[in-house]
Nanobody
Framework: EVQLQASGGGLVQAGGSLTLSCAAS????????LGWFRQAPGREREGVSC????????YWEDFAEGRFTISSDSAKNTVYLTMNNLKPEDTAVYYC??????????????WGYGMDYWGEGTLVTVSS
């Protein structure tokens, strides 16, 4: 059974940090691109960042650059999203997802409907 189990969300003050984790099972971790989407209340889902597990290549959206870091641990089949200098506008439910056949990592934010697997979300709330 395929599972993507996201964790690490919570309430944090603006300027604070959180690290989200996504533990994967049921598929060959190293063959996939994994990453994160988020959806804020009343807004559409948007891509955040992704990583190609096989070579560690990463991609992130402009709003995440310099603040968010994505990483992976193949020994644990886990992907992490470390978020620093959080802002109230980062408040959202964060979803982990995995896809095998994405042509370019820069297409991540448009590839939502093409994901092979989704995890349940984890809520991040940033207070001002």
């Amino acid at each position: 059974e395929v599972q993507l189990q996201a964790s690490g969300g919570g309430l944090v003050q603006a300027g604070g940090s959180l690290t989200l984790s996504c533990a994967a099972s049921g598929f060959t971790f190293d063959d996939y691109v994994l990453g994160w989407f988020r959806q804020a209340p009343g807004r559409e889902r948007e891509g955040v960042s992704c990583i190609r597990i096989s070579d560690g290549t990463t991609y992130w959206e402009d709003f995440a650059e310099g603040r968010f870091t994505i990483s992976s641990d193949s020994a644990k089949n886990t992907v992490y999203l470390t978020m620093n200098n959080l802002k109230p506008e980062d408040t959202a439910v964060y979803y982990c997802a995995a896809v095998q056949g994405i042509p370019q990592l820069s297409m991540w934010k448009w590839w939502g409907y093409g994901m092979d697997y989704w995890g349940e979300g984890t809520l991040v709330t940033v207070s001002s």
